[in-house]
């Protein structure tokens, strides 16, 4: 059986999860809740940066990505954030608006990577 490295958790989750050669992110938000949506997309980005460094791995690895929008209207702005950041290998994607338990919180994004 396959050993599962579960990283960084708590009573509620593990923000990411190692198993069988694939990566497993929980949706992250960004600390500065102040910030406009491309402030939080790229907060975000560079916490998965370094989440994906700490087990060996890269944004290139990336599978698949799940981003939830407070407000659709800010699609552009996030997916501006996004492409600025992803570089030439796409993963498969879904965006859908959501509403958050804390309001201040703009985008969420889950990711999916290989090791």
């Known amino acids: 059986m396959a050993k ?3 990283h960084q958790k708590n009573e509620k ?26 402030g939080q997309t790229r907060q975000i980005l560079r916490k998965a940066d ?32 996004w492409v600025d950041w992803l570089g030439a290998e796409p993963p498969a994607r879904a965006t859908v608006g959501a509403s958050f338990a804390l309001p201040d919180i703009r985008v969420e994004i889950q990711l999916t990577a290989e090791s």
């Not at 923000?15 to 406009?36: C, W």
């Not at 370094?50 to 060996?56: K, P, Q, R, T, Y």
């Not at 290139?60 to 209207?73: F, G, H, P, R």
């Open 50 to 81: 370094a989440l994906l460094e700490s087990v060996g791995a890269d944004r290139s690895q990336l599978l698949c990505a799940q981003i939830c929008l407070k407000d659709v209207a800010d699609f552009d702005a996030m997916n501006k954030a």
């Open 13 to 38: 989750l593990s923000r990411m999860v190692v198993h069988n050669g694939t990566i497993y992110l929980s949706g992250l938000t960004a600390d500065d809740k102040e910030a406009d949506i491309a």
């Open 4 to 6: 599962i490295e579960r």
